[in-house]
C-alpha cells in the first residue's frame, strides 16, 4: 500500500514526511540544504494568493516554495 503524494498537492494545515526527492542537480542540492532530506517533517503553513507560492514549515524555518518545485518532492 504506497501513501505517498508530491508536497505541491499538501492541504494547508497538513503535516507530512519527506520521502524522496525527484529535482535532480542544482534545485535537488538548494532543497537539501534547506533540509528537504529523507525523513523531514514539514507543514503547510499558507498559500499565495494565486496558490503559488506556498509557505512551508521546515526544520523551524518558514519557506516558501513554487509549485514547479515543490511537485519533485514525494511524501507521505
Known sequence: MNTS???????????????????DGGIRRRLRDIGLIEGTHIRCLNRGPSG???????????????REDSSKIIIE
Open 5 to 23: 503524494k508530491k508536497l505541491s498537492d499538501m492541504q494547508e494545515g497538513a503535516t507530512a514526511k519527506v520521502s524522496q526527492l525527484l529535482a
Open 52 to 66: 503559488d507560492p506556498v509557505a512551508y514549515l521546515i526544520r523551524g524555518a518558514v519557506i516558501a516554495l513554487r
